[in-house]
């Protein structure tokens, strides 16, 4: 089984199931089919038209916005003080309001925390979310392995619709800051 051979023989269910492995977490997530791996301006106006949504002129800064900045898995007030720039009437409740509708419709992923604001995710590619613990920085890292959905179907009957993999842990930049306790 997939999870047996990456976590070594580790149930999982609660974040407690982990004690070998006690700051890796895997959340399943619902994108709703989206076969784009990077966003782009046009591919995200092309998926909203094609669901019936309207590219308002608020829509097309925030989209811009999230473009420029996919590398950094903004934030909504980061996306929103970013749009306003381009787009003066843009209310924040218009950019999260945008936001949702555009990681429900599949075209990015909302990433969900308990201590930190959710960010948002243009990289639809498997790979795994690098979440330093102190500056909060997420980094992309390429799985360097492939697991087949169809064997995990066949193994456990479990229908994967989407995954999220997440190390915590810190940066290469706050290892190397002065003061640093944490993951020398």
Avoid: W
């Avoid at 070594?8 to 089919?33: C, E, M, Q, S, Y």
């Avoid at 995710?121 to 498997?126: K, P, R």
């Amino acid at each position: 089984m997939f999870l047996e051979k990456t976590i070594g023989k580790k149930h999982i269910g609660k974040k407690n199931d982990l004690t070998d492995a006690p700051k890796i977490i895997i959340v399943f997530l619902i994108r709703n089919g989206s076969d784009l791996t990077m966003i782009t301006k046009e591919s995200i106006i092309k998926q909203l038209k094609d669901r019936g949504l309207k590219i308002t002129p608020q829509r097309n800064a925030i989209i811009e916005v999230l473009v420029e900045l996919r590398d950094l898995h903004p934030g909504a007030r980061l996306v929103y003080e970013k749009a306003k720039k381009k787009k003066k009437s843009l209310s924040l409740s218009t950019a999260y309001a945008t936001l949702n509708e555009i990681s429900c419709n599949g075209i990015i992923k909302m990433l969900q925390f308990d201590r930190m604001e959710n960010r948002y995710d243009g990289n639809l590619e498997e790979h795994i979310n690098l979440i330093c613990e102190r500056c909060e920085k997420i980094s992309d890292y390429k799985v360097p392995f492939a697991v087949s959905r169809g064997d995990v179907v066949k193994e456990t009957g479990f229908s994967v619709t989407d995954t999220r993999l997440e190390f915590y842990g810190l940066c290469r930049e706050c290892r190397e800051s002065k003061g640093s306790k944490r993951g020398s």
